[in-house]
């Protein structure tokens, strides 16, 4: 993995294992390019990431930031990775920067790790499974912000499919 290029957020862990560390300065247009090229080297996979909570960055900033990390998603899933790890780095516990991990319910392999770790706690990693409370409003986040789906309200997933088609009959179009 020596021959391959190198770039300043990825790191060689060892033989077919790289870390990659995503902050606020990465360059992920460039990490992106570089990082395919790891593809068919790597199947261990440790990911960082820790950027600003969102209300302190320009919405362009955060959408952007978001786009990227969709494609950096597409380009982990066509890796044949047995083992894949993330942390998030939370400035304080703070759902917002948790929302650049929704991507992982979107890969195709399903044994990853997440955890999570706030600012004063470093090294009390807190892991997020489909059922915690993270892990269900990230799920939701993947849903709507990843693969653009509407949000579901609470009442609309509760009315049954005989009210809603006659709702929707009713409806003025």
Not at 14 to 26: A, F, L, N, P, W
Not at 64 to 93: C, H, P, Q, S
Request: glycine fraction near 6%; proline fraction near 5%.
């Amino acid at each position: 993995m020596s021959t391959l290029p190198a770039h300043p957020a990825i790191v060689i862990l060892g033989d077919s294992e790289i870390g990659v560390r995503i902050t606020k300065d990465t360059n992920m247009p460039v990490l992106l390019t570089v990082l395919l090229k790891y593809e068919a080297h790597v199947n261990k996979i440790a990911i960082e990431i820790h950027t600003p909570p969102p209300h302190f960055e320009s919405r362009e900033k955060v959408t952007g930031r978001l786009e990227m990390m969709k494609a950096f998603y597409n380009i982990i899933n066509k890796f044949k990775w047995t083992n894949l790890d993330v942390n998030v780095f939370l400035d304080t516990y703070n759902f917002p920067q948790m929302k650049l991990a929704a991507g992982l319910w979107g890969l195709k392999r399903k044994h990853w790790k997440l955890t999570y770790e706030v600012h004063g706690y470093e090294g009390d990693y807190v892991k997020v499974t489909d059922g915690s409370e993270f892990g269900r409003r990230l799920a939701g986040v993947y849903k709507r912000e990843y693969l653009n789906l509407p949000k579901v309200t609470k009442s609309e997933s509760t009315q049954s499919d005989s009210t809603k088609s006659k709702t929707s009959r009713n409806q003025p179009e």
